[in-house]
Nanobody, 115 residues
Framework: QVRLVESGGGLVQPGGSLKLSCVVS????????VAWYRRAPGKQRELVAD???????NYADSVKGRFTISRDTAKNTIDLQMNSLKPEDTAVYYC?????????WGQGTQVTVSS
């Protein structure tokens, strides 16, 4: 069973930065894609950013230019650097990895952007 553990969430003021990290129990080389999702209060879960196996990245329009997803194959981690945070970025953020047809999720980490 693949295990994912997120960390790095917290409370930050608008305009601030946070870095989320996800440690994966398996080599991330084996996965077809790795990603960060989020679920804001009262909303459906949405894709924030992902990296497919060949290394190309994809971002939600709402975070382009502010967030950066990266992976460290030596440490088996998936990071999400979040800059210029806005109140609408408040959500529980989830790490996800896919090895078709299986999909694995972390427990989530809360990010709150508020003054």
């Amino acid at each position: 069973q693949v295990r994912l553990v997120e960390s790095g969430g917290g409370l930050v003021q608008p305009g601030g930065s946070l870095k989320l990290s996800c440690v994966v129990s398996e080599s991330i080389f084996i996965f077809n894609a790795v990603a960060w999702y989020r679920r804001a209060p009262g909303k459906q879960r949405e894709l924030v950013a992902d990296i497919i196996k060949r290394g190309s990245t994809n971002y939600a329009d709402s975070v382009k230019g502010r967030f950066t997803i990266s992976r460290d194959t030596a440490k088996n981690t998936i990071d999400l650097q979040m800059n210029s945070l806005k109140p609408e970025d408040t959500a529980v953020y989830y790490c996800n990895v896919v090895q078709y047809p299986a999909s694995y999720w972390g427990q989530g980490t809360q990010v709150t952007v508020s003054s």
